[in-house]
């Protein structure tokens, strides 16, 4: 199988039901950054412990299904999957939380190599978020992601924060200039 199709040279490319459309489509752009969360994750799969590593394997997995879904793999188990896998990433997200000090201030971007990518890929679901907003108006039962993708991001800052704190980091603490 070649890697070059030449079907999208003019500008449109095909989803997995079959349905052409242009490649500035709302779909391509969220299904792009799907990708470019993906991606991220794996880079901080470098950084991690063995645990965290699995754990952000498995997220990983599940927002390429996410991927698959939104490009017209309308697999059942997706979506039902959804609210198990959101109350998955709350109890993630409480289980690292009470390994690492409460959070009284805001907090900048930063740290630990490890750290600092996670930061970067929170920025990268929240903005997967926005455009999430916008394709779940057209696509009615892709609103259930929506939950999904905001914890995510959640659990992406506690995941940072904790990587600082075991690597002896303190928070860097935001103040006003």
């Not at 890929?121 to 916008?134: A, Y």
């Amino acid at each position: 199988m070649r890697i070059y199709t030449k079907k999208g040279d003019k500008g449109y490319s095909t989803l997995i039901e079959g349905k052409r459309l242009q490649k500035s489509h709302l779909v391509f752009e969220l299904l792009g950054i799907i990708d470019e969360l993906n991606s991220l994750l794996g880079i901080c799969t470098l950084y991690s412990d063995k645990k965290t590593k699995k754990l952000l394997k498995d997220i990983q997995d599940y927002i390429f299904s996410l991927g698959a879904y939104a490009s017209g793999f309308k697999n059942e188990v997706i979506l039902e999957s959804i609210e198990k896998e959101t109350k998955n990433l709350e109890y993630l997200i409480d289980t690292y939380s009470l390994k690492i000090p409460d959070l009284a201030n805001f907090i900048l971007p930063g740290g630990s190599e490890g750290a600092s990518f996670l930061h970067l890929s929170i920025f990268v679901c929240r903005r997967l978020e926005r455009v999430l907003v916008d394709y779940s108006k057209q696509n009615i039962e892709s609103r259930n992601l929506f939950k999904y993708i905001t914890r995510l991001s959640d659990l992406l800052f506690v995941l940072a924060r904790y990587d600082n704190y075991k690597h002896g980091i303190k928070d860097i603490i935001w103040k006003i200039r």
